[in-house]
């Protein structure tokens, strides 16, 4: 399994907006992509300095599928110009990482 990891921070006063287009909008497009060996994608958010940080967690079975999901450069974020517009500032490249080993709770693999 492979994770694809970005940033994006918001103001304050964009946070609420910029959720609610993730939830509402650009997690569903890229579901409706169907797109083969796409797993799903984490949220996660916190309050820092002043600005909310985003963090997503796509999940893929393969670097081909993450390249079927981007292309070839497939470390190019995909921010759409909506989500441009909320966010002050944010990752320009994706990282990817393997999954070395998932625990459950309990240490069950």
Known sequence: MISRIWHGYTTPENAAAYEELLLTEIFHTIEA??????????????????????????????????????????????????????LSRYDQRSAHYDLVRQFDYGGRQ
Not at 61 to 81: H, R
Request: aromatic share 14%; glycine share 8%; hydrophobic share 40%.
């Open 33 to 86: 992509k169907n797109i083969e060996g796409y797993r799903g994608i984490q949220l996660l958010k916190r309050e820092m300095d002043g600005e909310w940080e985003f963090i997503t967690i796509m999940w893929f079975e393969n670097i081909d599928s993450v390249k079927q999901f981007m292309g070839e450069d497939y470390q190019t974020a995909y921010v759409l110009p909506q989500a441009q517009k909320l």
